[in-house]
């Protein structure tokens, strides 16, 4: 790789794109979510964490991979944790599909060493210690994640390359998503072992032509489409600071999610594994019941319709 600090003059275009929207020079920029946790065990020298029985192993197993000692929890009907933390435990608490910042607001008032992982809520402010997203979860980028802490370590991180990382993404625009989904795994697979790497330039150059506020209004008001057109046996009322990963339509028919699927309306199911954790009986139902339907900023009030068509029919 070209190690000189010149900018190079001429030759191909690239891709084009100026900083338009996004800086968020105030977080520490890295390559993916669990490595947002590595580092803040790394920098507060964690030995011991929380984490709930249901949420995505990689999490956890990114806190092994520093030999930290790992415990476990439950979560009620209400997504908040069973247990009770003593003063110092450090703890990780999953903000639901970006619907659980009232559980947020109150764990932070009660424990001051809470850790958000925000993985599925990018817009939620900063509580906690610490608190880190994934990118990859809300905007068609590569890589990335924003981690919000006080405590930076002095280490000169080598950037993630991502340039390969993108055929999921290339293919979706000029194919389908259905072509690209194979890759798609392929890039997530990338991950599992995965270094402490600041953000791609290629995510950072993306993510800067993001219109952030349309991205969040649209999903905010696909979220109450759905909800005032589907009888959900949850109800979800959001905090003035939720901003949906998805809509959690929870459904015991075993078929809906085929379904859907025929109908080329995607799903995801978190998380696929948990029972053999310890999960129990409630978060095991949590899994297999949630159907998450997508409301983000690709789609409209016509493609709310046809979710609510399909699953009415």
Known sequence: MPTNSFNEIGGYFGLEA?????????????????????????????KELYFPYYTCPVVWQAAKKENCKINFYHIDENLMPIKEFSENDFIVYTNYFGICAKNVKRLTQK???????NAQAFYMPRFGIASFNSLRKFFGVPDGAFLHTDKRLDSNFEKEISYNKCDHLLKRIDVSAQFGYEDFCKNDENFIDADIKLMSKLSEQIFSQINLDKAKDIR????????KHLTNEIEWTLDIDDVPMSFPYYSEDVNLRKKLILNKIYIAKYWDGI?????????VKLMNNLIHLPIDQRYNELDMKRIVEVINA
């Not at 424990?111 to 992982?117: E, F, T």
């Not at 905010?220 to 909800?227: G, I, R, S, T």
């Open 220 to 227: 905010l008001k696909n979220f109450e489409y759905l909800k």
């Open 18 to 46: 100026e900083d338009v929207y996004n800086n968020s020079s105030d977080t520490i920029k890295l390559n993916c979510a669990r490595n947002c946790l590595r580092y803040v065990i790394q920098s507060f020298k964690i």
């Open 111 to 117: 424990y001051k060493n809470l850790i958000v992982d």
């Open 275 to 283: 029972e053999e954790n310890g999960a129990n009986i409630n978060e």
